[in-house]
């Protein structure tokens, strides 16, 4: 049987991390994998994290099974989290997943089930795993545009227009801060035009938020995804947990169904169980009790809140340190746009070519498409970037 199998395209990051490993040369770069360094290159364990671990090995007395929607005090301290007091607690439904990818994935069976025939708008670019998933369930992938090349900002103009062919039925992902790959940002403004928009057409938005508290705070990051929750009659968040609490290994996320009409909860909640069900039984337990534990003590929860705030405040720093650079060795503002993204990355527009040049010249490893991710560089390697891309002409 197994010889009729084919290969399957390898992930180009995963391949893009062999190569790395593979390069010799001692001042190579990894810009890359999406986790976050310190700079010291390291992912550390936040302290919050740790100290829950300790406490939680302490005092666990049982590995049995929580339930097929996790332990629901997870649900309400990361519905708490998301939404504050955006949309009452009675009209969510949610269930813990392996990761945010697990609630992504979950995502997209549930509009399936809801809809065979769905259609999921995505933006033009984004997460490469959001259109294998898609690829893989067999469900159609409708792109909209959202990267403008030239000014390396959000197209909103097209991306409107696309969102316009939207309609009943189908689902709209976004990104609910922090765009990846591109760091490119809408603003409140823009996104009540994008509410607007999906209540006239009927179309049923998805937000995927992975990265809340690593653009512009906790609260700030949030707004658009409370915006849209108590806005439209119904749509999915998929949240993670790896980035903000650097909880990455344990895999732990979280996926909400909310419906402004709370008679639908009681059926959202068993849908949504019946799916875990099918994939994975009982979702793991250890990070997203950690998580739990992290954001109902006051003095762990403070911790998480000011380790995170430092953490955002050096990646933001990166970027102003970069763009600065930049605009030294080019003598031009024309990079002032990676100031003014936030999260992890930023896409440079450049080609493969260059991406390749930046490699192969420089030992600068970043996406084929000019993703790169900030929190690989440090204030020595940042200069070192800098004259790189210049070198390259970028």
């Known amino acids: 049987m197994f010889e009729t199998l084919k290969e399957q395209p390898a992930d180009k990051i995963l391949q893009l991390m062999q190569l790395y490993r593979e390069d010799p040369r001692e001042d190579k770069i990894d810009l890359g994998v999406g986790v976050y360094k310190d700079a010291t290159g390291k992912t550390p364990i936040m302290r919050a994290v740790k100290a829950a671990e300790k406490k939680l090995w302490e005092e666990q007395d049982t590995k049995a099974y929580t339930g097929l929607a996790g332990d629901p005090a997870f649900a309400d301290a990361m519905i708490n989290l998301v939404l504050s007091d955006a949309v009452a607690r009675g009209n969510v439904a949610a269930v813990a997943t392996p990761g945010g990818t697990g609630a992504v994935r979950q995502a997209f069976e549930m509009a399936r089930l809801a809809n065979p025939d769905v259609r999921v708008f995505v933006s033009d670019p ?20 959202y990267f403008d090349g030239e000014t390396r900002g959000v197209n909103f103009d097209a991306m409107m227009e696309d969102l316009g062919k939207a309609g009943p039925g189908d689902l709209v992902l976004l990104h609910g801060c922090c765009h990846n790959p591109t760091g490119a940002n809408l603003n ?30 906790l609260e700030q990051d949030a707004a658009a995804v409370r915006l849209v929750a108590s806005s439209v009659p ?19 996320g979280l996926l909400m169904a909310v419906s402004a009409d709370p008679s639908k909860t009681s059926l959202n909640q068993g849908t949504l169980a019946f799916l ?6 009982f979702p793991p337990d250890h990070g997203a009790r950690v998580v739990t534990m ?15 705030e430092e953490v955002r405040n050096s990646m933001l720093g990166l970027r102003e340190l970069l763009a600065s ?8 503002d024309r990079f002032g746009f990676i100031a003014q993204h936030r999260g992890m990355f930023s896409r440079l527009g450049a080609s493969g070519e260059l991406v390749q040049k930046l490699r192969d010249e420089h030992g600068i490893y970043m996406v084929g498409d000019s993703r790169l991710n900030i929190a690989g560089l440090n204030k020595q390697t940042v200069p070192i970037l ?3 891309i210049i070198k390259v002409g970028m």
Not at 238 to 243: F, G, L, V
Not at 294 to 308: F, I, S
Not at 325 to 332: D, P, V, Y
Request: hydrophobic letters at 40%.
């Open 126 to 145: 984004t997460w490469p795993n959001h259109v294998s998933i898609l690829n893989y369930l067999g469900i159609e992938v409708v792109s909209y545009r």
């Open 234 to 252: 119904e749509c999915l968040i998929a949240a993670s947990c790896s980035k903000n609490f650097g909880v990455y290994r344990e895999r732990t």
């Open 386 to 388: 800098a004259d790189a």
């Open 188 to 217: 409140l403004v823009q996104w009540q035009a994008v509410v607007d928009l999906l209540n006239k057409t009927g179309a049923v938005p998805m937000i995927d938020i992975a990265y809340q508290g690593f653009g512009d705070g």
């Open 325 to 332: 650079e930049l605009q030294r060795a080019s003598g031009s």
């Open 294 to 308: 992290v954001l109902t003590d006051p003095a762990l929860r403070a911790d998480w809140a000011a380790e995170l």
């Open 276 to 281: 875990n069900r099918q994939n994975y039984s």
